[in-house]
Every structure is written in structure tokens, then in C-alpha cells.
């Protein structure tokens, strides 16, 4: 059974203080992870797929990292608008259902 | 562009009735799914659809039925409502599958059930 766990799960900062959010994830084999944002109120919203250990990813302020156990989200200098829950997502080989395994999300404040 | 749209928004029910959650996609995406939100846990794939006639049940079926007769619509129907079924929820649609095209998300529909 594939699992998801992210960290924090709330990270207050600074406009303009860098830091990572974690997703570290258990598969049988990766196929996928996945990043998306969702505002309150709203549906997730498509930022970034990662195939491989190694790939990285970036859109504007955000950057997304992965290795063979986790994927971190970094956000630079981050603006008020960034203020959002983080969704992270894996679709692993072992069969079964084709859609995600979704973590419970880190929720970012931006304070300006 | 109209994405995927949900209706309602917002639905009260009493334990034991039934009600269909909407479902309608403008991209001809071929793939559509329905997750659940619950407080404290992350989203939970109910059933899914490859195509037009093609459904299969997610991580969570149980108390819940779809179809799929056009590309364009997906419902979910709950035959007999209880108050585990109270949750946020969420329609997706992608061009032909999760792993290589994103998921396009509804805004949701919030379910009560009293």
C-alpha cells in the first residue's frame, strides 16, 4: 500500500523567508509524485511531476526536488499569494486503482 | 474556460436518502475520478473512469455508485446516505490518465449528512 506523510503539517513565515516543505513517501515501486496547491474553498491545482530520483523541477518561486524517499518543495523569498496547502501525491507499480495516494498536505502561511 | 464543474456547491441530507453529485468536464478528457476530503486526512479516490462506458472502483467505493455514458459527465450517486459519508467532494479530470497529464479539479461539493 502506498503512503504519504508531509511535514510540517502548518509552516508559518516571513514575506520573503526561504524554507522546504518534506514528502516523504513508502511505494512498491514510483511511478509518479506529484505537487499541487489548494487555495480554501477550492480544488487542488496542478504544480509539478517528478519521475525519477534526481529530477527537479521549478515555477517561479517554487522548486521541487526528488530522491528515492522524499521530494521537498522549496520556496524562495516567498510572497503573501503563496499562502496555500501543499498537497503531495505518489502513484506507485503495485497495481490496483489508477489514481493517487495523497498526503494530508502542509498548510503555508506568508505573513507580509 | 469552464474546467470541470461540480453541482451543487453545498448539500444537506438526512440518513437514508440518496442524491447524485454532478459532475461535467469541457477539455474532452478521457480519464475522470471523484476523491473525498475528510479533516486530517488527504484525499481518497473513490471511483474512477478511462473512458466513456469504463468505471472502477477506488480506494473507498463502498455506499457509492457512478457511470459513464458520455466523456463528458461523470456522477456520483449515494444510494442510501450516513453520516460517515459527510466529507468535501472532488471531481478530477486529465487528458488520458494520472501519471503523464495533471489532474483538472472541480471546486467541490461540501455534503452533510444529519
Known amino acids: 500500500e502506498d503512503q504519504v506523510t508531509q511535514s510540517p503539517e502548518a509552516l508559518r513565515l516571513q514575506e520573503g523567508e526561504s524554507s522546504s516543505l518534506n514528502c516523504s513517501y513508502t511505494v512498491s515501486g514510483l511511478r509518479g509524485l506529484f505537487w499541487y496547491r489548494q487555495d480554501p474553498g477550492k480544488g487542488p491545482e496542478f504544480l509539478f511531476t517528478l519521475y525519477s530520483a534526481g529530477e527537479e523541477k521549478e515555477k517561479e518561486r517554487l522548486k521541487a526536488t526528488l530522491t528515492k524517499k522524499e521530494s521537498f518543495l522549496h520556496i524562495t523569498a516567498p510572497k503573501p499569494e503563496d499562502s496555500a496547502t501543499y498537497l503531495c501525491a505518489v502513484q506507485g507499480t503495485g497495481g490496483g486503482a489508477d489514481g493517487l495516494t495523497f498526503g494530508k498536505g502542509t498548510h503555508l502561511i506568508i505573513q507580509p | 474556460n469552464a474546467g470541470v464543474t461540480q453541482t451543487p456547491k453545498f448539500q444537506v441530507l438526512k440518513t437514508g436518502q440518496s442524491m447524485t453529485l454532478q459532475c461535467a468536464q469541457d477539455m474532452n478528457h478521457e480519464y475522470m475520478s471523484w476523491y473525498r476530503q475528510d479533516p486530517g486526512m488527504g484525499l481518497r479516490l473513490i471511483h474512477y473512469?478511462?473512458?466513456?462506458?469504463?468505471?472502477d472502483q477506488g480506494e473507498v467505493p463502498n455506499g457509492y455508485n457512478v457511470s459513464r455514458s458520455t466523456t463528458e459527465d461523470f456522477p456520483l450517486r449515494l444510494l442510501s446516505a450516513a453520516p460517515s459519508q459527510t466529507s468535501v467532494y472532488f471531481c478530477?479530470?486529465?487528458?488520458?490518465?494520472?501519471?503523464?497529464?495533471?489532474?483538472?479539479f472541480g471546486n467541490g461539493t461540501r455534503l452533510t449528512v444529519t
Open positions: 473512469s478511462v473512458g466513456a462506458g469504463i468505471t
Open positions: 478530477a479530470s486529465s487528458s488520458t490518465g494520472v501519471l503523464h497529464s495533471p489532474l483538472h
